[in-house]
């Protein structure tokens, strides 16, 4: 049974006179108890007075991002920072800061407790930190960026560290998961952890894997669940209900309201709650409350029925939003940005939510993601200072990691360029070791020494006049773009044939392939690419033409990586409708174990890889790739895991 409550938000203190005098006189009363318990709480002998107050006032929070690869070594994988972890919470993060400088009053955002996520990473704790995505979590305050918990796979070393230490140090009220498909299973074994441990820990799911398989009708509002959807999976039995709340869709206004609610629901001596006060709290509200921006739905499993609130406003504005690594540190270093064997620190940017295109096998299109959204050309400088703000926190190269560069606008993509080039030649003229711009002082040999990459597609170059395409690459390359990456995907007309490439189709796959190599190779720019198997067509034939195209490319340079990548089936993907697959997948099971072949490609998984594919051709693909890209496949090597090992000694984390 589902039953729909509509909910918007504003803040409730800026409008008392829509409060109901029970309301009010609760506010009233809980704000009083809120001042009393401050004044009244002991505090920590190593923290100074402002901090013992957010201490008192504020509750522990966990974010986690559920990895996508369970081993059995004790090594550790390390794909880069977790952006839509800390995209989706910037916005309710800025508001907590906001709330902790300005105090119970009624400017501030939260006039109640607050998540405890109230100090910034210092410059100095940001040029400290390491690669690994596991933090110290030992002080008595932590800093926004050792809120988050990054283990990269799921292993019983990181279970039972992530029990003994990071559990039992932080003690959170509030832990928040974020799962794409392949990662699910371990979401549930991280939620099923945290409930065995810390029982009223209330926990938070959301997405690309809730965003995928909840969604509402347009028409009726109702919910629509894909048969993998967590919810479905605890409808019939396949899961137990470990999950409390649910957030899929645009969730960055969303999470603030979760939020709120629980604050306003918890005990304050206690700091305790439960998933029914969250429940009556938000019932209560939401009559009062205002549109949000973008679309999101907060679901809540409970218990015989599904509670969800479906929140609809104006379309969002991603320039508006903070920028994600303003709570966290950059800990990203891609080795294609490595100069005499020091691999350069790197940031991810993105300027756009979901790709134009309508790849049938891809969950990033925008048919897929339900919306476009994309900084405009009014947002450029705002980009650029973006750039800036990065440098500032040690980025030595920026990654874009939308799927198109500038969502394919080549207008965007030129004038972002030469408005990058100002700032350079700007700071070229400068002799100082630091030059401030747009009002932020940086290492000037580290902004001109700058390198950055980004995503485009074959069409994308092969589509256009050769000379507006060498137009286009050589003002990124002259802005400082050193790297590209391109999915190729499949080198065999019969299997390109079947997605959505090679749109024009003026010229064959193959030749339009060297054509966008050729053109970003004039430009002086590298191009690392994707390779797909598993599509529609596939057959050994089509494997070994794409190994053997592919092998040539990488012989002329035209390539400088090639990463091999195993079709798999995400929920809401049109080949996965086509292949009438959305039944059978499984993203639940906690006993299938990932093994080899599949452990070599990503997101690979037993249960979800292309029907298209045996286990024999799998392995066929791995060895031959190996042996025959040699050093230039990338096999996503493993490092050795480093887990902190954590003292009783502490010191304020925030400085």
């Not at 609760?26 to 923290?47: K, M």
């Not at 603030?256 to 005990?267: F, G, N, R, T």
């Not at 092969?462 to 395409?469: I, W």
């Not at 391109?486 to 189709?505: A, D, L, W």
Request: glycine share 6%.
């Amino acid at each position: 049974m589902h039953t729909m409550r509509h909910l918007h938000y504003q803040n409730f203190e800026q409008y008392p006179q829509s409060l109901s005098p029970d309301l009010r006189q609760l506010l009233d009363a809980r704000q009083q108890e809120l001042r009393q318990h401050i004044q009244d709480f002991q505090g920590e002998p190593t923290l100074g007075v402002e901090e013992n107050e957010w201490l008192a006032r504020s509750y522990p929070v966990l974010a986690i991002l559920a990895p996508v690869m369970s081993t059995n070594e004790d090594k550790i994988e390390f794909p880069g920072d977790p952006m839509v972890l800390y995209a989706a919470l910037s916005h309710t993060i800025d508001q907590v800061v906001l709330a902790r400088q300005r105090g119970v009053s009624p400017t501030s955002p939260y006039n109640d407790l607050c998540p405890q996520w109230g100090y910034l990473p210092s410059d100095e704790y940001r040029q400290s930190v390491s690669d690994n995505g596991i933090r110290r979590y030992d002080a008595p305050l932590l800093n926004t960026d050792q809120t988050v918990f990054d283990p990269r796979v799921w292993n019983d070393t990181i279970k039972d560290y992530f029990v003994n230490e990071v559990l039992k140090s932080v003690r959170p009220k509030v832990v928040l998961i974020s799962a794409v498909s392949p990662a699910h299973r371990y979401a549930l074994d991280i939620a099923r952890t945290v409930r065995e441990h810390l029982p009223g820990c209330i926990i938070i799911l959301g997405g690309r894997h809730a965003d995928e398989t909840i969604r509402l009708d347009p028409e009726t509002y109702k919910l629509t669940l894909q048969p993998s959807s967590t919810l479905s999976k605890i409808a019939d039995g396949s899961i137990e209900p470990v999950i409390d709340f649910i957030l899929s869709g645009e969730g960055y206004y969303a999470l603030e309201i979760l939020m709120k609610a629980i604050s306003l629901a918890m005990d304050i001596p206690t700091k305790t709650v439960d998933v029914t006060s969250v429940l009556d709290v938000l019932s209560d509200f939401s009559p009062l409350l205002g549109p949000v921006p973008g679309q999101a739905i907060i679901v809540t499993p409970h218990p015989d029925t599904i509670h969800y609130w479906p929140l609809k406003g104006i379309k969002l504005d991603l320039s508006a939003l903070p920028s994600p690594y303003k709570a966290f540190a950059i800990r990203a270093r891609f080795p294609i940005f490595e100069t005499d064997g020091h691999i350069s620190q790197t940031a991810h940017f993105m300027v756009t939510n979901a790709c134009p295109y309508h790849c049938l096998y891809c969950s990033e299109g925008v048919s897929v993601v339900g919306s476009f959204n994309s900084f405009k050309d009014q947002d450029i400088m705002q980009a650029i200072d973006r750039m800036l703000e990065y440098i500032q926190y040690g980025a030595e190269a920026v990654f874009f990691d939308d799927s198109m560069f500038w969502g394919g606008n080549v207008g965007l993509i030129i004038n972002f360029c030469r408005e990058w080039n100002k700032i350079r030649e700007e700071a070229t003229w400068e002799n100082a070791a630091e030059v401030t711009l747009m009002g932020r002082t940086l290492n000037r040999r580290k902004l001109l020494n700058l390198e950055w990459g980004a995503q485009l597609t074959v069409d994308f170059l092969a589509g256009r006049q050769p000379e507006v395409a060498l137009i286009l690459l050589d003002a990124m390359r002259q802005a400082g773009c050193t790297y590209l990456y391109i999915g190729i995907e499949s080198m065999s007309e019969t299997v390109i044939e079947s997605v959505h490439k090679n749109i024009s189709r003026k010229q064959p796959w193959a030749e339009r392939v060297r054509i966008a190599l050729g053109l970003s190779r004039h430009a002086g720019i590298r191009v690392g690419s994707s390779i797909l198997f598993g599509l529609d067509g596939e057959t050994q034939e089509t494997i070994e033409e794409t190994i053997d195209k592919v092998e040539e490319l990488l012989a002329e340079d035209l390539i400088s990586i090639a990463s091999p990548n195993i079709l798999t089936y995400h929920p809401h993907t049109e080949i996965t409708r086509l292949h009438q697959k959305e039944r059978e997948l499984d993203y639940h099971s906690p006993n299938i174990v990932n093994r080899p072949p599949y452990t070599y490609f990503e997101e690979a998984f037993p249960a979800v890889v292309s029907k298209n594919l045996s286990e024999e051709q799998i392995w066929h693909i791995h060895e031959q790739t190996r042996e025959r890209w040699g050093v230039k496949r990338n096999l996503n090597p493993m490092a050795p895991i480093s887990l902190p090992i954590l003292k009783d000694s502490l010191t304020t984390s925030n400085s």
